[in-house]
Nanobody, 124 residues
Framework: QVQLVESGGGLVQPGGSLRLSCAAS????????MGWYRQAPGRQREFVAG?????????NYADSVKGRFTISGDNAKNTVYLQMNSLKSEDTAVYYC????????????????WGQGTQVTVSS
């Protein structure tokens, strides 16, 4: 199994910044990609940003966060970060870390794993 632990959420004023972190641990053979999703009250969970593993991992973003959010990763630590700048009230949500990984026990299988989520609230 792979466990994902997020940190860095909190309350911030509009225009402010936060940095989320997510560390993967467990019986990891390989992490193929990591990313962030979010879910606001009464809304479906939506993709925010993703990054593939390997040197120079490719990134992609939801249109709503392009130019404001930056995703980065540390392959050696199986950790992904989300730097969020120019935050808006509509960014308020629970942010979930997601990883696609392979474990030693299931070396031929890729599975998706989810963290417990961290609350981000943007309010004055």
């Amino acid at each position: 199994q792979v466990q994902l632990v997020e940190s860095g959420g909190g309350l911030v004023q509009p225009g402010g910044s936060l940095r989320l972190s997510c560390a993967a641990s467990g019986s990891i053979l390989r992490i193929w990609s990591m990313g962030w999703y979010r879910q606001a009250p009464g809304r479906q969970r939506e993709f925010v940003a993703g990054i593939s593993s390997g040197s120079g991992g490719s990134t992609n973003y939801a249109d709503s966060v392009k130019g404001r959010f930056t995703i980065s990763g540390d392959n050696a630590k199986n950790t992904v970060y989300l730097q969020m700048n120019s935050l808006k009230s509509e960014d308020t949500a629970v942010y979930y870390c997601n990883a696609e990984g392979t474990t030693w026990e299931e070396a031929g299988t890729r599975r998706r794993y989810w963290g417990q989520g961290t609350q981000v609230t943007v309010s004055s």
